[in-house]
């Protein structure tokens, strides 16, 4: 039993997940003994990138025993499998961004199969979450998820003199609130040539949680995935084909609904966009549950706020993600007051203000890593530091 368990916190770290009794009972759910030393030949999350042979290898089994296993991880979506010229390679998920978001986001797949290991996985991961294991087990000074603002508010920022765009061959240092290529949502896209939506993990989690009863009123069909990911999210079933024009429409829409639009940390292509709301998001739940700032890094804008403009019909105060706008009432006037220590500047309130009295302002210059394997250095170095 000693080595069963230990075995069972090496694939935790291996994983990046603190270890604890909930922890354990997931683990033990979702995979076999058999299955678990198929686990710990890996090295990390997406670290490796190993053929089914390779693995044979390291575990000194026939291959045509531990294949028919790694096909039926990767398709219930316990393990990251990506096809390339006929040839299959396996990678370990993390718990996040991975295990968590593709199980739930394929709810449909799991709930015909195997609704009672869903079940426990819902029940046995807000135990989890609630103890503040997945915040802590993503805390670094560098998150790997940021923040962006839609492209309607980098559009109005521009058109009222608010920021500009940065020009070919243009000195970013020299310019006054540059917008740069990586803050504008159109791009994320228009970089792309694939794109897929699936459901969002952390709302449907919720819902299974809340006894199959939504815990508010957001959509759900709103998380995209971008190139070779979109490839994997419609090969596997988790998610449909969109083209470019609907995936713009489908960003459009999230910021409308009063989502906070997050992607990976990076400058380059990225994987997948997030539609983040604040009731369930593990970020935004992050920030405001355990008041950890690093739970997703927050966008270079804020909001700059027009009382001339303002009619005070509220819908800021109301869809404000970190609830930081209120109403201020005194006897001889009323005014908004945001508390920009707390805002992430996700632009959900200038998005929606019917009358432009919130403008969304470049106020920092942070600047992300180029790509995943850069950030995922600066991630670790941020753990480190930690």
Known sequence: MEYEIRKLKTLAKKMNCP?????????KTLYTPEEID??????????????????????????????PVLKELARTQRLFAVEKDSIIT??????????????????????????DIMMVFAEEYEKYYDKGYIVKGMNSSYPLMRVFVDQ???????????????????EVDEVKNTILPFEQAKLIVENSTRFSVMDCACRIHMKIHNNGVPVNEY??????????N???VIQQGVGRELTKEEALETL????????????????????FTCNCDRDTCIMLRGIRQFHNPNAVASSNFIPEYDIEQCIFCQKCTKLCPMYT?????????????????????CGVCAFNCPEGAITMIKKFAKVPAQNFAGAAKRYLEGKMKD
């Open 19 to 27: 270890w604890s009794p909930e922890l354990e009972k997931i683990i």
């Open 38 to 67: 198929l686990l710990l030949v890996f090295n990390g999350p997406y670290m490796d990138r190993f053929t089914a042979s390779k693995i044979a290898k390291k575990v000194r089994r026939p291959i045509e025993e531990i294949e």
């Open 90 to 115: 396996y990678s370990l998920f993390p718990m996040v961004p991975g295990l968590f978001e593709l199980y739930f986001a394929n709810h449909k797949r799991a709930k015909a199969e195997e609704e």
């Open 152 to 170: 309607k508010v980098v559009d109005d920022s521009i058109s009222r003199g608010k920021g500009k765009l940065l020009e070919v061959d243009e």
């Open 219 to 228: 959509p759900f069909n709103v998380c995209m995935a971008f190139n070779t």
């Open 230 to 232: 979109a490839d994997y």
């Open 252 to 271: 459009t829409a999230a910021a409308k609904a009063g989502l906070v639009h997050t992607t990976q940390n990076i400058t380059g292509k990225s994987w």
């Open 325 to 345: 706008i209120e109403l201020v009432e005194d006897k001889e006037d009323k005014r908004i007051e945001i508390n920009l220590d707390r805002c992430i500047g």
